[in-house]
């Protein structure tokens, strides 16, 4: 058992958060998704890992790193297909809104059963003026149009697998950036003439962000495993953890952490919001906090 | 990065399972919450089973009784043992989780030899004396004075919480062997042989009604000065050690034990809402277990990472989750502390483990500060 990164993981973590430092900062980030940034990432491998011969742990390592960075665009969707692809899950609840059609170049649609292709463009509307991630544009899809059938029950299972997976891993990501941007202001921040992580109300808040993140992260490590090798663990309960764990870190230190930048926690400046807000939106892809945990009951 | 054993630690397994398959039947029945010298001895001849099976002090050095076996086979014991309902370490638990681990780390040969085959084997049982009544979380403010009197130190102070006290042959002592210098300067680590003249034992009650833990009351007690472990005025460091020699497994038993409760209530759970907490319960207890795993692979490289803090935070939080789900699930059931299975007992016996080794708030601190370099409060 050799249950943590080995060094060429650790290479290809370094490599991609270098890659992503240099190429997509914060401030490119917050211009939102675009074709250029799709075929940066192309080109860097990120689509093509598994293709490549790399496994599920590597790709969810390198899905961390994009959660880090807060990527935008329809990425989970998009790994292992050729151009940009979106998705939309039937079996969520709520108004059928499609995420980027205006940058997609293939939409599939799931239902419980199977998967399906759709021509983007023959969607028509225009997306909504205020969408809650303001990085996550959103159209509503009023009809469908004509479906193309491409995948049984037993390809949805793998797409749904591998979506719970690297958004799980993104999410860890979001988790863990959130921790460091709040330690950081708290090393930081000073009122009653001392730094306000030296207040426990604060350090503790901070204390909990990390070992959420660190639980959740060994949990989506250990999915990633048993999907490499599904001889090592029960794939849907381990699956299941991995994604509702790794979201509900992803939420609740977004919300720590505008309560640890006070004031500044509710601007638009401050980059908390945007990913508190992408954590809410991840919530409804390739299963919820709730169906998760019903999943995991049900293995009980 | 896999979670796959090795063909060693499948046989391992395999042999662990049909020992148990034989050695459980065969066990006496379990002795009566509060006959302690009966717990003893059950406890005890459970450890001897081990040791003669070759199942005990599986991490220790061979040459004082252990196996020096890979942490994996370690995990593996907890794995079966907890999964065949074997019994639990019980009255040993100081000597094996705490003494030993330190004398192994910071003993001398002969302190080695005279206690580590004995604690494996069952034949000495160790309690703690650390926390006094006026240094708990502040454990390094504490007073029981150790005056040096040619080969003896004479002991004279009050320690509380003693789990054990009332039948320990040794107990773990931090003493002030130094009044002058710096609170966590003066300290040192003493092995207390029980049966001093000077030293009484009062049971105290705990919230199950029984008698866990103990005052000790150490009045001119004389101390052998062999039975110091590590130097005069080092103790701090020595207490210290225990942690890093435990790789972060020191808390594992209880997260299994606590895997096993999730699968007992299963059954009894019919309300959706609550099904849906113990999905997250079990979400939460998988996770800490594949946190254990990262924490061993990475101590075995020789390089312990961030996680080994946080366990002890993460599992006693989610045992509570736990415990309160299952309240909820009983109804008017739980007003019965022995009625229906050991839910009951256990949501009380689990109050203790956000407190006992460190409160949360203590642990938050520690993970506030020396993982993520958080200022100190100001003193
Ligand atoms: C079941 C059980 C078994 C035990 N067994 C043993 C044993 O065998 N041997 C032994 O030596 N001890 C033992 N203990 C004692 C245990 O280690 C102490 O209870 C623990 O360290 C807390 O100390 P205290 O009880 O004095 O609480 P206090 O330190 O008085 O704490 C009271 C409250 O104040 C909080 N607090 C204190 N200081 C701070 C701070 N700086 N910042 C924030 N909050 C703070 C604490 O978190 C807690 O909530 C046991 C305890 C229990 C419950």
Not at chain 2, 15 to 37: F, G, I, K, S
Not at chain 2, 225 to 248: A, H, K, P, Y
Not at chain 2, 350 to 355: E, G
Request: net charge negative; hydrophobic share 40%.
């Amino acid at each position: 058992m050799n249950f943590d990164l080995s060094d060429d993981q650790v290479a290809l973590r370094d490599g991609i958060r270098s890659l992503l430092e240099g190429k997509i900062p914060m401030s490119r980030v917050r211009e939102g998704f675009d074709r250029s940034m799709f075929d940066e990432l192309t080109n860097a491998g990120v689509f093509s890992l598994r293709v490549d011969g790399f496994g599920w742990a590597d790709a969810a390592i390198v899905y961390e790193e994009l959660g880090r960075a807060l990527v935008p665009g329809p990425l989970v969707w998009s790994f292992g297909r050729d151009g940009i692809t979106g998705g939309l899950d039937l079996t969520v609840g709520g108004t059928r809104y499609v995420e980027h059609l205006d940058s997609l170049d293939a939409l599939l649609v799931l239902d419980h059963t199977s998967i399906s292709t759709a021509d983007p463009s023959s969607l028509a509307g225009s997306p909504a003026d205020w969408p809650l991630d303001p990085l996550t544009p959103v159209t509503e899809a009023a009809s469908l149009p004509a479906l193309t059938a491409v995948g049984d029950a037993d390809a949805l299972g793998a797409l749904r697998a591998q979506g719970a997976l690297l958004t799980a891993a993104y999410l860890v990501g979001m988790a863990d950036a959130l921790t460091d941007l709040s330690v950081a202001y708290a090393k930081d921040r000073e009122q009653f003439g001392r730094p306000i992580g030296s207040f426990q109300a604060v350090k503790h808040l901070c204390a909990d962000m990390v070992v959420r993140t660190e639980v959740a992260r060994a949990s989506m490590y250990a999915a990633a495993c048993v999907l490499d090798d599904p001889s090592t663990g029960d794939l849907s309960r381990a699956l299941s953890g991995a994604k509702l764990l790794a979201n509900e870190a992803a939420i609740t230190n977004g919300k720590s952490a505008t309560q640890v930048h006070g004031g500044m926690g509710f601007t638009w400046e401050v980059d908390v919001h945007l990913y508190l807000k992408r954590a809410w939106v991840l919530d409804t892809h390739f299963g919820s906090i709730d169906t998760h945990a019903d999943t995991v009951a049900a293995t009980l | 990065m896999d979670l796959q054993y090795s063909e060693a630690d499948e046989v391992f397994r395999g042999d662990l399972r049909t020992w148990l398959a034989d050695e459980l039947p065969a066990l006496p029945p379990q002795p009566a919450r509060d006959d302690w010298t009966a717990r003893r001895a059950w406890d005890t001849d459970w450890q001897r089973r081990l040791f003669d099976a070759g199942y005990a002090g599986l991490s220790w050095p061979e040459e004082y009784g252990g196996r020096d076996l890979p942490p994996s086979q370690q995990l593996i014991f907890l794995e079966e043992t907890t999964r065949a309902r074997a019994p639990y370490v019980g009255v040993n638990f100081v000597g094996l989780l705490h003494a030993g681990p330190t004398i192994v780390a910071e003993g001398t040969d002969e302190q080695k030899r005279e206690h580590l085959p004995k604690i494996l084997r069952g034949d000495e049982v160790w309690c703690q004396g650390f926390s006094e009544p006026g240094s708990g979380s502040d454990l390094a403010s504490l007073r029981t004075r150790a005056v040096r009197d040619g080969d003896h130190y004479v002991v004279t102070g009050q320690k509380i919480w003693c789990s054990f006290g009332q039948i320990g042959d040794f107990g773990e002592l931090l003493v002030r062997t130094d009044p002058d210098v710096k609170k966590h300067a003066g300290i040192s680590w003493l092995m207390l042989p029980m049966d001093l003249p000077g030293i009484e034992v009062r049971p105290l009650r705990t919230v199950l009604g029984s008698s866990e833990f103990a005052e000790l009351f150490l009045d001119e007690v004389r101390v052998p000065v062999s039975c110091r472990v590590g130097e005069e005025n080092d103790g701090w460091r020595v207490t210290n050690v225990t942690l890093s020699f435990e790789r972060g497994t020191a808390f594992v038993s209880e997260l299994v034990d606590a895997m096993r409760l999730v699968e007992d209530l299963a059954p009894l759970v019919k309300d959706p809402a609550h099904r849906r907490e113990l999905g997250h319960c079990a979400a939460e207890l998988d996770a800490q277990w594949a946190l254990t795993k990262r924490n061993v692979t990475q101590s075995s490289r020789g390089t312990p990472g961030r996680g080994a803090f946080m366990m002890k935070l993460a599992y006693s939080e989610t045992r509570q989750r736990l415990g309160e789900l299952s309240l909820r699930v009983l109804e008017r059931d739980g007003l019965v502390v022995d009625g229906k299975g050991e839910f009951v007992e256990e949501r009380l016996r689990t109050l203790a483990l956000t407190i006992a080794a460190g409160t949360s708030q203590i642990q938050r601190n520690i993970v506030g500060e020396r993982v993520l370099g958080l200022p100190k409060e100001p003193k």
